[in-house]
């Protein structure tokens, strides 16, 4: 398996710009998270989906923020607009049922300038 | 909902020398606890885990010990190599029947093995 997959591994966008951040999980699990870190939050969740549905998204910062999960083996985080605080990485992590073995994607850093 | 917590959040080692990085959590509700390795620029990598009914767990050099009582958690590693030097997270969450598990990680601990 080629595990988690994250699209693109770097982003540079100008403030105020659209920015869609993608993954693919890993074939079979049921469970998707998206995290962001930064040096002084560490790894915050941000929502997260179980079969495809949303089921916690309290840890996303604002309106500016959404996620969707069309299908199980896709899903995106889109920020709009973007601001310079917004500058992160973010990683997509995917588990099985039971939740034992969450396995995290590489990453997607974005810098908003 | 679950608060981890975890120290050192730097630690340096000679090679060769064991390395204790210790967590505690608060909410007793808590049964599984999985160890990350996060070298740079990339994402975080599990390298063992322990459930709340055993009490220590080792894979080769590392080992992670469990306090269900004072409900804390360690990662032991042995003959620490130049190569084990990356950032460490920790993670607690309680069994949440019928759907996802949300992990709760540590703020990290920087280990340094210096040659």
């Known amino acids: 398996d080629a595990g988690v997959i994250q699209s693109p591994r770097h982003e540079v966008t100008e403030m105020g710009q659209e920015v869609t951040l993608r993954c693919k999980p890993i074939s079979g699990h049921n469970s998707l998270f998206w995290y962001r870190q930064t040096m002084m939050r560490g790894l915050e969740l941000l929502i997260y989906?179980?079969?495809?549905?949303?089921?916690?998204d309290s840890g996303m910062p604002e309106d500016r923020f959404s996620a969707k999960m069309p299908n199980a083996s896709f899903s995106t985080l889109k920020i709009q607009p973007s601001e310079p605080r917004d500058s992160a990485v973010y990683f997509c992590?995917?588990?099985?049922?039971?939740?034992?073995?969450?396995?995290f994607g590489s990453g997607t850093r974005l810098t908003v300038v | 909902g679950e608060n981890v917590e975890q120290h050192p959040s730097t630690l340096s080692v000679q090679e060769g020398d064991s390395a204790v990085i210790k967590c505690t959590y608060s909410d007793s509700a808590s049964n599984y606890f999985p160890w990350y390795k996060q070298e740079l620029g990339k994402g975080p990598q599990l390298i063992i885990d322990?459930?709340?009914?055993?009490g220590e767990k080792k894979d080769q050099r590392i080992a992670v010990t469990l306090n269900k009582t004072a409900k804390h958690f360690s990662l032991h590693i042995t003959e620490t190599q130049p190569e084990d030097s990356a950032v460490y997270f920790c993670?607690?969450?309680?069994?949440?029947?019928?759907?996802?598990?949300?992990?709760?990680f540590g703020s990290g601990t920087q280990l340094t093995v210096l040659p």
């Open positions: 993670a607690a969450t309680p069994n949440l029947s019928g759907s996802a598990r949300q992990l709760t």
């Open positions: 322990i459930r709340s009914n055993v």
């Open positions: 992590a995917s588990s099985p049922s039971g939740g034992y073995g969450y396995t």
């Open positions: 989906f179980n079969n495809n549905v949303p089921i916690d």
